[in-house]
């Protein structure tokens, strides 16, 4: 929704733009276990630095429903 700097933070504006493994709109399934098809519609980082990726399920039966993953759980669809 807002990119840097951030209107919010102001002090966000001396960070360099992070870089991630997956961007929003990415087609993505887990690479293991349950598959849990869908679209990437956050990416941020944890307070400790560590990547998020939240997915979208586009499973008819549960479309809408989001899980938050890893980098290493996800593979691009």
């Known amino acids: 929704m807002f990119g840097f700097p951030n209107p919010f933070f102001p002090w966000t504006s001396a960070l360099p733009e992070p870089s991630f493994a997956f961007r929003v709109g990415d087609r993505v399934e887990k690479a293991s276990g349950y598959k849990w098809p869908g679209v990437v519609v956050s990416v941020f980082r944890t307070r400790a630095g560590h990547e998020r990726i939240v997915v979208e399920c586009t499973v008819p ?17």
Do not use: M
């Open 61 to 77: 039966e549960v479309a809408g429903a989001l899980h938050i993953y890893s980098p290493s759980q996800l593979v691009k669809a």
